[in-house]
């Protein structure tokens, strides 16, 4: 699974990124993220079928994850210092239709990763 992911920079705190993650086939999808000195972390996961999603709490009511066929995106918004990480989309390539994966382990391909900076 190729998965390419963009959509990340430099913002201001109350403001919004929207990342994408192209991937080469559909399946369950998650957004992760890695701030320094700590470990990886789940932020959001949508289902292979797109009716289901989920976020981390820290994100709840902020950060939207949607689909457009391959195409997986995260919209963030009122972003702040503590969002600042490097963001990682992830493929399940054995996930069902509705299936939602919180674990690095349930995902076995990565993109390369997109620094989001969010100053206060």
């Known amino acids: 699974v190729q998965l390419q992911a963009s959509g990340g920079g430099l913002v201001q705190a109350g403001g919004s990124l929207r990342l994408s993650c192209a991937a080469s086939?559909?399946?369950?999808m998650g957004w992760f993220r890695r701030a320094p000195g700590k470990e990886r972390d789940f932020v959001a996961a949508?289902?292979?079928?797109?009716?289901t999603t989920d976020y981390a709490d820290s994100v709840k009511g902020r950060f939207t994850v949607s689909r457009d066929g391959n195409m997986v995106s995260l919209q963030m918004n009122n972003l702040k210092p503590e969002d600042s990480a490097v963001y990682y989309c992830?493929?399940?390539?054995?996930?069902?239709?509705?299936?939602?994966?919180?674990?690095?382990?349930?995902?076995?391909?990565w993109g390369q990763g997109t620094q989001v900076t969010v100053s206060s």
């Open positions: 992830a493929a399940n390539r054995r996930s069902i239709s509705s299936g939602i994966y919180y674990r690095i382990a349930d995902y076995g391909d």
């Open positions: 949508i289902s292979k079928g797109g009716s």
């Open positions: 086939g559909r399946y369950g």
